[in-house]
């Protein structure tokens, strides 16, 4: 089992920015991909990057590219999500994940999930 504990959220104005974390109990956090997803109630839960085990590779939805980067340590067995240039379109819950699968919003553990608030 793996908990996952989201912070950083918050309110900012547009353009502005923010630094998500998702720090994970447990030993096995390295051996997992993890990504970040956001939801606005009312809408499905979407997808917005995900960072493989060893941060070897990264994928971002379209709507992010070039604004947020997604890194982690694992020593630290904490993942980020640093948010620039930021848009009202981005305010949602942002939710971190254990083992997403590819092309789904499906993932292994979901964080509680943190609120984002952009203002126009």
């Known amino acids: 089992q793996v908990q996952l504990v989201e912070s950083g959220g918050g309110l900012v104005q547009a353009g502005g920015s923010l630094r998500l974390s998702c720090t994970a109990s447990g030993r096995t956090f390295s051996i997992y991909n993890m990504g970040w997803f956001r939801q606005v109630p009312g809408k499905e839960r979407e997808f917005v990057a995900t960072?493989?085990?060893?941060?070897?590779?990264?994928y971002y939805a379209d709507s992010v590219k070039g604004r947020f980067t997604i890194s982690r340590d694992n020593a630290k067995n904490t993942m980020y999500l640093q948010m620039n240039s930021l848009k009202p379109e981005d305010t949602a819950v942002y939710y971190c994940?254990?083992?997403?699968?590819?092309?789904?919003?499906?993932?292994?553990?979901w964080g509680q999930g943190t609120q984002v608030t952009v203002s126009s």
């Open positions: 994940a254990v083992d997403p699968v590819v092309s789904t919003i499906k993932a292994r553990y």
């Open positions: 960072i493989s085990w060893n941060s070897g590779s990264t």
